[in-house]
């Protein structure tokens, strides 16, 4: 099983439709959980961290599973502008070790 | 403050040649890593380092290798270039926050190509 997974899509949406990705991850201490997104050919930017009780930001909202080991990805009125790769990263620690893991991403294509 | 720098931007090697990935960091951060990305696969680490002096493997080292004498450089060697290897490589760095790591900044990343 990989440390991290995504759906790798793609979602093909119309603007102002709802979208939410799910990610798993495989280590239950894993203790840091993030979305990046990244726009084609371009470097990975965090787009917000995932808090235990949930959090907001405008019209992304992620959410943390630790039961079922899953974050998630909310996205409200898509635009187009909102057309990129979702990556979902983990904090990995296990013993010594202590890394971020990235999932190989969810692509978004928001379509007018 | 520049933030996380790669160079070159672009590279085209030889098969068989060696070369040197530069990546510096001006945020004082102790957690520095290498990914590559190819088509289909995501982002995948190379190698990482959590200090000065102290480096780990990631999950595709073979082929690589990394130093750490200063907080701000973390330079990633390639010591015989092979086709494998033409993809494009992430330099990351960021802040440790009660031991989990906090947001990762990237640089904006090199285009290698081995023929």
């Known amino acids: 099983r990989k440390e991290v997974e995504q759906d790798p899509g793609p979602f093909n949406v119309p603007e102002g439709a709802t979208v939410a990705f799910n990610c798993t991850y495989s280590n239950s201490a894993s203790q840091s959980f993030f979305w990046y997104r990244q726009d084609c050919r371009k470097e990975p930017k965090l787009l917000m961290s995932v808090y235990s009780s949930g959090n907001e930001d405008g019209r992304f909202t992620a959410q943390l599973n630790r039961a079922s080991q899953y974050i998630s990805l909310l996205i409200r009125d898509s635009k187009l502008s909102d057309s990129a790769t979702y990556l979902c990263v983990v904090n990995d620690r296990r013993g010594a070790t202590n890394k971020l893991i990235f999932g190989t991403g969810t692509l978004l294509a928001v379509q007018p | 403050n520049a933030g996380v720098t790669q160079t070159p931007k672009f590279q085209v090697l030889k098969t068989g040649q060696s070369m040197t990935l530069q990546c510096a960091q001006d945020m004082n951060h102790e957690y520095m890593s290498w990914y590559r990305q190819d088509p289909g696969m995501g982002l995948r680490l190379i190698h990482y380092?959590?200090?000065?002096?102290?480096?780990d493997q990631g999950e595709v080292p073979n082929g690589y290798n990394v130093s750490r004498s200063t907080t701000e450089d973390f330079p990633l060697r390639l010591l015989s270039a092979a086709p494998s290897q033409t993809s494009v490589y992430f330099c990351?760095?960021?802040?440790?926050?009660?031991?989990?790591?906090?947001?990762?900044?990237f640089g904006p990343g090199t285009r290698l190509t081995v023929l």
């Open positions: 380092s959590v200090g000065a002096g102290i480096t």
């Open positions: 990351a760095s960021s802040q440790r926050d009660r031991g989990s790591y906090s947001e990762q900044f």
